[in-house]
């Protein structure tokens, strides 16, 4: 009811490889996330899905069939976009309703499932307004409902959550969450933010250059990554990297999570001076300099006093540090 | 930037706007303040205000009575807003093709479609005439439209084309997805977008086609679609001309041009397109 496959799917403008040999299949009911530095592809990835972009070579299948020529309204599908793509001149009924009254639907059966879906979305007040009146919230919101109302196989989200604020951003995360609790639809959503794919994903995709990194459970590319750009990654704050031949272990780099380094006073295994202490209430970074290491972040639950400048030394915990090669991936210990 | 400095800056701003507005207007209002006085008072003291000596409305009843004024005045206005029609239409279709389709040889069109802007429609004049004489449509306004058309295809293409590219593809992607035809979402979406660029090309082309007296003396000189600007010369002759009817009939002349730019600038000023995306 909403499996999507792709077969060797390539992209390339002229001479320009945007997306190489990409192989993957997302199942029915699953909520699947792209992410990626910028430039990486997974958003055209997501437009070939929709139909917006050509396919150079490769097959796109939607529930098994092929789908490389078929037009975006007819793969029954809708995509949220981070711009919102209101239409300006239309209050939010009718930007809901367009595309089924396109496709023909009676006007009550369309006024009918327009209201179910703004009264999920505590939409019903401001139905016969125009996208202009609205705020960015709202209106990501009415650009959900028009895609809701669709009742499509899949949804597509192109970085939906980029133009709010902080606030609303986990406001409106949770509740993509829950919608795709509550309607069970397979969902692809594009986003280079690794927070919104560890809190949504079931399953996350990792993307650089038009490759496919590796693709896995949130926790499994967490606890279990392929290589130093998946490590780099995933996980705020971002992964240390430390120099392996100056800590005398095997490999090129050693890598260790910030929550995973111990730091003391008067001994350890790396000595460097703090250089920048950020306090978060709940738990506290410490940003280290050592050499050849460059800096290193340390990340304590609670309140910690530390004053910059001071010598201090850290430990990585070796049971949970990572291992990479200098081709970058991972070596096996 | 203190507070005194800055009264000195925008004084200085308005003078200098003020004084041009002036400029600008000084002949529009010496044609209209001189169409209504007498043929006396033009001579001796143009520029004072019709007194009630000197009021006279004789211009305007000789342009009314002589000559076919209303048809004259009628086939301006079908020739300039049908020329004006297609102009946007077609401009407007071109530039959202050029902006919106990737295709072999898009830059070269482009080009090639701008090309016109620096070479004068005028030059053509005789293969234009030999063309209408072969299509048998000398004598008609289809005959100036047509020209008009093209002379004005060029400018609207280049400027659309730039404000085409503006609109936002998600904004025609998420139409794509809904099922709209891809005219549909060049009439309903991309159109109202650029509805300010469109005023701005409007005006410019509707000026000079209002005001052309080359094409209509050369391409349609007949009594049945003489325009306004051409129907206006028999008041000015070899020897004597007639300033109350020349000048009654330039007032008259400049009305619709004034209407149709207040229906374009507030085109300019509307801001129906907030809120669309982001």
Same mark, same amino acid.
């Given at each position: 009811?909403?499996?999507?496959?792709?077969?060797?799917?390539?992209?390339?403008?002229?001479?320009?490889?945007?997306?190489?040999?990409?192989?993957?299949?997302?199942?029915?009911?699953?909520?699947?996330?792209?992410?990626?530095?910028?430039?990486?592809?997974?958003?055209?990835?997501?437009?070939?899905?929709?139909?917006?972009?050509?396919?150079?070579?490769?097959?796109?299948?939607?529930?098994?069939?092929?789908?490389?020529?078929?037009?975006?309204?007819?793969?029954?599908?809708?995509?949220?976009?981070?711009?919102?793509?209101?239409?300006?001149? #239309?209050?939010?009924?009718?930007?809901? +309703?367009?595309?089924?009254?396109?496709?023909?639907?009676?006007?009550?059966?369309?006024?009918?499932?327009?209201?179910?879906?703004?009264?999920?979305?505590?939409?019903?007040?401001?139905?016969?307004?125009?996208?202009?009146?609205?705020?960015?919230?709202?209106?990501?919101?009415?650009?959900?409902?028009?895609?809701?109302?669709?009742?499509?196989?899949?949804?597509?989200?192109?970085?939906?959550?980029?133009?709010?604020?902080?606030?609303?951003?986990?406001?409106?995360?949770?509740?993509?969450?829950? #919608?795709?609790?509550?309607?069970?639809?397979?969902?692809?959503?594009?986003?280079?933010?690794?927070?919104?794919?560890?809190?949504?994903?079931?399953?996350?995709?990792?993307?650089?250059?038009?490759?496919?990194?590796?693709?896995?459970?949130?926790?499994?590319?967490? !606890?279990?990554?392929?290589?130093?750009?998946?490590?780099?990654?995933?996980?705020? *704050?971002?992964?240390?990297?430390?120099?392996?031949?100056?800590?005398?272990?095997?490999?090129?780099?050693?890598?260790?999570?910030?929550?995973?380094?111990?730091?003391?006073?008067?001994?350890?295994?790396?000595?460097?001076?703090?250089?920048?202490?950020?306090?978060?209430?709940?738990?506290?970074?410490?940003?280290?300099?050592?050499?050849?290491?460059?800096?290193?972040?340390?990340?304590?639950?609670?309140?910690?006093?530390?004053?910059?400048?001071?010598?201090?030394?850290?430990?990585?915990? /070796?049971?949970?540090?990572?291992?990479?090669?200098?081709?970058?991936?991972?070596?096996?210990? | /930037?203190?507070?005194?400095?800055?009264?000195?800056?925008?004084?200085?701003?308005?003078?200098?706007?003020?004084?041009?507005?002036?400029?600008?207007?000084?002949?529009?209002?010496?044609?209209?303040?001189?169409?209504?006085?007498?043929?006396? $008072?033009?001579?001796?003291? *143009?520029?004072? =205000?019709?007194?009630?000596?000197?009021?006279?409305?004789?211009?305007?009843?000789?342009?009314?009575?002589?000559?076919?004024?209303?048809?004259?005045?009628?086939?301006?206005?079908?020739?300039?807003?049908?020329?004006?029609?297609?102009?946007?239409?077609?401009?407007? /279709?071109? $530039?959202?093709?050029?902006?919106?389709?990737?295709?072999?040889?898009?830059? #070269?069109?482009?080009?090639?479609?701008?090309?016109?802007?620096?070479?004068?429609?005028?030059?053509?004049?005789?293969?234009?005439?030999?063309?209408?004489?072969?299509?048998?449509?000398?004598?008609?306004?289809?005959?100036?439209?047509?020209?008009?058309?093209?002379?004005?295809?060029?400018? $609207?293409?280049?400027?659309?084309?730039?404000?085409?590219?503006?609109?936002?593809?998600?904004?025609?992607?998420?139409?794509?997805?809904?099922? =709209?035809?891809?005219?549909?979402?060049?009439?309903?979406?991309?159109?109202?977008?650029?509805?300010?660029?469109?005023?701005?090309?409007?005006?410019?082309?509707?000026?000079?086609?209002?005001?052309?007296?080359?094409?209509?003396?050369?391409?349609?000189? +007949?009594?049945?679609?003489?325009?306004?600007?051409?129907?206006?010369?028999?008041?000015?002759?070899?020897?004597?001309?007639?300033?109350?009817?020349? #000048?009654?009939?330039?007032? =008259?002349?400049?009305?619709?041009?004034?209407?149709?730019?207040?229906?374009?600038?507030?085109?300019?000023?509307?801001?129906?397109?907030?809120?669309?995306? !982001?």
């Amino acid at each position: 009811m909403g499996n999507l496959t792709l077969d060797k799917v390539c992209k390339s403008f002229g001479t320009v490889d945007v997306i190489r040999e990409v192989d993957l299949t997302v199942n029915d009911g699953e909520f699947c996330v792209f992410v990626g530095p910028s430039g990486c592809g997974k958003s055209t990835l997501l437009r070939m899905i929709a139909g917006l972009e050509d396919i150079t070579s490769g097959e796109v299948k939607i529930d098994g069939a092929v789908v490389n020529t078929t037009p975006p309204s007819q793969r029954e599908i809708a995509m949220v976009f981070q711009s919102y793509a209101l239409y300006p001149h #239309l209050n939010v009924r009718d930007n809901m +309703g367009l595309g089924l009254k396109q496709a023909g639907q009676p006007r009550a059966q369309v006024t009918q499932t327009v209201d179910r879906a703004a009264k999920m979305l505590d939409l019903d007040a401001y139905l016969t307004r125009r996208p202009a009146e609205l705020s960015g919230g709202q209106r990501q919101r009415v650009a959900i409902g028009r895609a809701i109302v669709r009742k499509p196989k899949l949804f597509l989200f192109d970085e939906p959550l980029s133009n709010l604020d902080a606030a609303l951003r986990v406001q409106t995360r949770i509740e993509i969450a829950n #919608l795709h609790r509550e309607l069970g639809a397979t969902m692809i959503y594009v986003t280079h933010d690794q927070v919104e794919a560890m809190t949504l994903a079931d399953r996350i995709v990792v993307l650089r250059d038009g490759r496919i990194e590796q693709v896995g459970a949130p926790m499994e590319l967490y !606890k279990n990554p392929a290589n130093e750009f998946v490590a780099g990654f995933i996980g705020s *704050p971002k992964m240390n990297f430390l120099d392996a031949p100056a800590l005398g272990v095997a490999g090129k780099s050693l890598g260790i999570r910030p929550e995973h380094l111990t730091l003391s006073q008067d001994k350890g295994m790396i000595e460097g001076r703090i250089s920048h202490v950020e306090q978060l209430g709940g738990e506290t970074l410490i940003y280290l300099r050592a050499d050849p290491h460059g800096l290193i972040t340390v990340r304590l639950f609670g309140e910690h006093a530390a004053e910059i400048n001071d010598r201090a030394f850290v430990t990585p915990d /070796m049971a949970r540090a990572f291992h990479f090669g200098a081709d970058g991936q991972r070596l096996s210990m | /930037m203190s507070a005194r400095a800055n009264i000195l800056r925008s004084s200085a701003a308005h003078a200098i706007l003020i004084a041009y507005t002036v400029l600008a207007l000084y002949p529009v209002v010496l044609i209209v303040i001189n169409s209504m006085k007498s043929r006396r $008072a033009i001579f001796n003291d *143009p520029l004072s =205000l019709p007194t009630r000596e000197t009021f006279d409305l004789v211009g305007f009843h000789t342009v009314l009575e002589q000559g076919n004024f209303l048809l004259y005045f009628q086939n301006s206005m079908i020739v300039t807003v049908a020329s004006l029609f297609f102009v946007l239409l077609f401009g407007a /279709m071109a $530039a959202f093709a050029l902006a919106e389709y990737r295709f072999r040889g898009n830059l #070269l069109m482009a080009l090639y479609l701008a090309l016109g802007i620096m070479i004068p429609i005028r030059l053509g004049t005789v293969a234009i005439l030999e063309i209408m004489v072969a299509a048998n449509l000398v004598n008609t306004l289809t005959a100036l439209i047509l020209v008009y058309t093209a002379q004005g295809l060029p400018l $609207a293409v280049f400027i659309l084309s730039e404000f085409m590219r503006q609109v936002s593809d998600d904004l025609k992607n998420a139409a794509r997805i809904d099922g =709209l035809s891809e005219y549909r979402i060049f009439f309903t979406i991309a159109l109202p977008l650029v509805r300010p660029a469109m005023a701005t090309v409007g005006v410019f082309t509707m000026i000079p086609i209002w005001n052309d007296l080359w094409f209509p003396l050369i391409l349609a000189p +007949g009594e049945a679609t003489k325009t306004l600007t051409l129907g206006s010369q028999i008041f000015l002759g070899q020897y004597v001309t007639n300033w109350n009817a020349v #000048l009654a009939a330039l007032t =008259l002349a400049i009305f619709p041009v004034v209407v149709l730019y207040l229906i374009f600038s507030r085109q300019l000023i509307r801001g129906i397109t907030k809120g669309a995306v !982001k």
